[in-house]
């Protein structure tokens, strides 16, 4: 049996670092909200002239008026994304770029990808990415405080909060770009550490009934290191499937595997350092669990 | 827990077998109708555009109170009550008259009966709401008034839309409502959407008016633009014939000029009148106006009576074609404005088709290998199971010919990984139980029993989650959550039937062997 519960301070004290310095760059680095957030223009253009660089690109761009431009490299050599405010929402703007560029490159390149999100929408975009997150975080406390009891259901929202915090935080710390499939991903996160920190509860609850005499602080050991296989395998299972779509799943499921990535870790981690965790700080005990079902009982 | 009697075991088979069967009308052709279904693939994994278009009702509302003015002022001369000061402020509009007479604007306005006020009994509201300041009049439109206006507004819109996009012919355009001032335009296939953003574009509101010389024309003037922006004409604001009044319009080639033209045709109203103003006309400049700029300017040179003629304006082939269709499907009631664009080209769909395809691949091969390592023969019975339920999953998405997008295919390999889990959690706590019980059948029936309210709770959890993102979330991301929505039944109904019947065949048949898994 591994000692989980030796470490529960140390790693309580991390979480809390971890948590302060990710609030700390959300407020002051902030995100890489992308175009789907912010409003803007997006270009994935293909090159078949090797004449065509990301500084050539730049150079034409920067020429064209449109603001802060940004260009990059995307995936393979052939391939660029260009992207830029387009401040004053001007209509025709992409055939403007492709007659400005077809006088420098000719024919050589192509247009794979045009995404244009006006304010109104990505303020919108943005509203209900927001909205969503925060309902799922709420119904999932609804849900774990029906099936279990308040204090399971406090350590679960805090596991899951952590999760979101930290993910984001590494996010804002690289400037990795936050776009609609990342608010999917932070769901999936919410779902994911939701389903580990229940498995975990779960057993815990379960041993809260058998025994009297064992106190919660060595309890959730037990009751992770029981689980512990299953956590481990699946999280393989999942981290495998995830990696296959890092690194085969093409350059626009990239930031969206990462964030998946990143969350199945910090999930994984919070279900044992921080559920649990706060059960022993709330001494949970044989009566909270068997109150419960008296109340069923009566009912 | 480990019973099955042979009516279920026919069922799960059947069951199965359907599903699969339905999964595979995606790679043969059936000639029975409800095998013949395919799953759609999503625009960014065939390419295609997507337009969100927003109505811009600020000229309708200023046109319809406009009009409001000259109706209130005539209606009340007749009851002989007078309309001072009548002015639009801000989508208001303000008039004043003497004491004596408010009560009774005050009910014309207020009666459920009223002539030009309609009154929604089912929201128990007027379209029109007036309030008295002290100073004078305030009338606006009420909340209700507002939405009957976008809503009708909209109506006509999408039907314009339809009637443009249809008439660019391409395939399978998908035109839908979007709240009360949107319209969304879905353009499968199409790489350059710059044709129809550009027709989508134009509201196409034509003109025929005479251009003036007289700046106190009894209708007004005003001073507008030629299409090339250099010069301008006074044109007075007398409609003579609108685009209302067009039966058809056709490109053509002069074969005197040797120039491309629009001929039209006129309805016998617009005839009429186009006839009687020729006739009255001759020697005037008649300026066809299109969206507030001069196309061109002709003089008069001849009645027509024919209710035919020609539009010219050293047009190339496609702006004749182009300006002919807009004429043909009529002006749009407002602008619209594209908000949003998302446009796919074919290649990078095929590449993200090809990305995802083999992502799923080798994420299956990865967690195949890993579950046959880990629990050898009970391995190869979650490896089936997960293939049974990867087919099922396709099966159920074709059935509902659901949207399979990039993310969506992201959801399917996510399932995969994730689908193990159950298994996983049932596995090891039989494990567990016989460290205690000898009886393998006892065991494995304990196992199923205990583990059965965490992976209950546990695929919930990840179902609300699917639920939210599928209200919430937009174009892709909705395709992310319908794989991963029912990819969670199809996981449950995989473990606990099919993974459930292949482990009791195989420890019914090996009661008695010790370290069974």
Do not use: C
């Not at chain 1, 670092?17 to 270009?43: A, M, Q, R």
Request: net charge neutral; charged share 20%; no cysteine.
């Amino acid at each position: 049996m591994i000692a989980f519960n030796k470490y529960y301070n140390h790693f309580n004290l991390l979480s809390s670092v971890l948590i302060v310095v990710s609030l700390l760059l959300l407020i002051f680095k902030g995100l890489n909200f992308g175009i789907d957030f912010k409003g803007g223009t997006l270009i994935e253009l293909r090159a078949s002239d090797s004449k065509i660089n990301v500084s050539s690109l730049r150079d034409r761009f920067n020429q064209m008026n449109l603001g802060d431009v940004s260009v990059k490299k995307f995936g393979n050599d052939t391939d660029f994304l260009v992207k830029f405010e387009n401040k004053d929402n001007k209509k025709n703007i992409i055939e403007e770029i492709k007659a400005n560029l077809d006088k420098s490159f000719g024919n050589n390149y192509d247009f794979r990808r045009v995404e244009n999100v006006g304010p109104k929408v990505s303020a919108e975009l943005l509203k209900s990415g927001v909205i969503a997150i925060s309902l799922s975080l709420a119904l999932m406390l609804i849900y774990i405080w029906i099936r279990f009891e308040w204090q399971f259901s406090l350590g679960a929202i805090l596991a899951l909060f952590h999760d979101v915090i930290v993910t984001l935080g590494v996010f804002s710390l690289f400037s990795l770009e936050i776009n609609l499939s990342i608010i999917a991903a932070v769901l999936t996160i919410v779902g994911y550490s939701m389903n580990d920190t229940v498995v975990i509860f779960d057993r815990v609850r379960e041993n809260l009934r058998k025994y009297s005499d064992i106190k919660i602080f060595e309890l959730t050991n037990i009751s992770i290191n029981e689980t512990l296989s299953r956590t481990i395998i699946t999280s393989a299972t999942t981290l495998l499937a995830l990696l296959a779509i890092y690194f085969f799943g093409g350059e626009i499921l990239k930031g969206f595997s990462l964030a998946m990535i990143l969350g199945v870790v910090f999930g994984t981690y919070s279900s044992i350092y921080i559920a649990n965790t706060v059960l022993v700080r709330l001494r949970v005990s044989q009566k909270t669990v068997l109150r419960e079902d008296d109340q069923n009982k009566l009912n | 827990m480990l019973y099955f009697s042979k009516l279920r075991i026919l069922f799960i088979t059947l069951f199965s077998v359907l599903f699969i069967l339905i999964a595979s009308s995606n790679l043969f052709k059936f000639d029975d109708n409800f095998f013949d279904k395919k799953i759609n693939l999503g625009l960014d994994l065939q390419g295609g555009s997507y337009l969100l278009l927003e109505i811009d009702n600020e000229p309708v509302i200023e046109q319809k109170l406009q009009n409001l003015t000259t109706t209130i002022r005539n209606y009340f001369k007749e009851k002989n009550i007078k309309i001072n000061n009548i002015k639009i402020e801000n989508q208001n509009i303000f008039f004043n008259v003497i004491d004596n007479d408010k009560q009774s604007v005050l009910d014309v306005f207020q009666d459920e009966n009223s002539d030009f006020n309609p009154y929604y009994p089912r929201f128990k509201s007027h379209q029109l709401e007036i309030e008295d300041t002290g100073l004078n009049f305030k009338v606006n439109f009420s909340r209700q008034g507002l939405i009957k206006l976008k809503t009708s507004s909209q109506d006509q819109a999408i039907e314009i839309v339809r009637r443009r996009v249809d008439e660019v012919g391409t395939n399978e355009p998908n035109i839908l409502k979007r709240g009360n001032n949107r319209i969304l335009v879905e353009l499968p296939g199409l790489d350059d959407p710059m044709r129809i953003k550009s027709l989508l574009g134009k509201t196409a509101n034509l003109t025929f008016r005479f251009v003036t010389k007289d700046e106190n024309d009894r209708f007004g003037v005003e001073k507008l633009k030629f299409e090339n922006g250099l010069e301008e004409a006074t044109v007075s604001k007398r409609i003579i014939i609108s685009g209302e009044n067009l039966l058809d319009a056709q490109p053509k080639m002069d074969s005197q000029t040797n120039q491309t033209i629009v001929s039209f045709s006129l309805d016998r109203v617009g005839a009429k009148r186009f006839g009687k103003a020729t006739s009255t006309g001759i020697g005037k400049q008649l300026a066809i106006v299109l969206d507030g700029k001069i196309i061109s300017a002709p003089v008069v040179r001849d009645t027509i009576a024919s209710g035919s003629g020609q539009i010219s304006g050293g047009f190339t082939f496609q702006t004749a074609t182009d300006l002919a269709l807009l004429l043909r499907s009529g002006a749009l009631p407002a602008p619209l404005e594209i908000i949003e664009e998302r446009t796919v080209g074919p290649d990078l769909g095929q590449d993200s088709i090809n990305a995802g395809m083999i992502a799923l691949a080798i994420g299956f091969m990865l967690v195949i290998i890993f579950m046959f390592v880990k629990y050898k023969i009970f391995g190869l019975i979650t490896n089936v199971t997960l293939i049974v339920n990867l087919l099922i999953l396709l099966g159920v998405l074709t059935l509902f010919e659901a949207t399979l997008t990039l993310p969506g295919i992201a959801g399917i390999i996510l399932t995969v990984g994730m689908a193990v889990d159950a298994n996983v959690l049932i596995f090891e706590r039989i494990k567990e139980e016989l460290k205690d019980e000898t009886n393998n059948i006892l065991a494995f029936d304990g196992g199923y029993t205990k583990s059965r309210s965490a992976i209950l709770d546990a695929n919930i959890t990840t179902l609300l989650a699917a639920i939210i993102l599928f209200f919430m979330g937009s174009g892709p991301v909705k395709g992310f959550a319908v794989t991963l929505g029912v990819g969670i039944f199809t996981t449950l109904f995989s473990v606990y039937f099919i993974a459930r019947l292949f482990t009791s065949i195989y420890v019914s048949r090996n009661k008695n062997k010790e370290k069974l898994i």
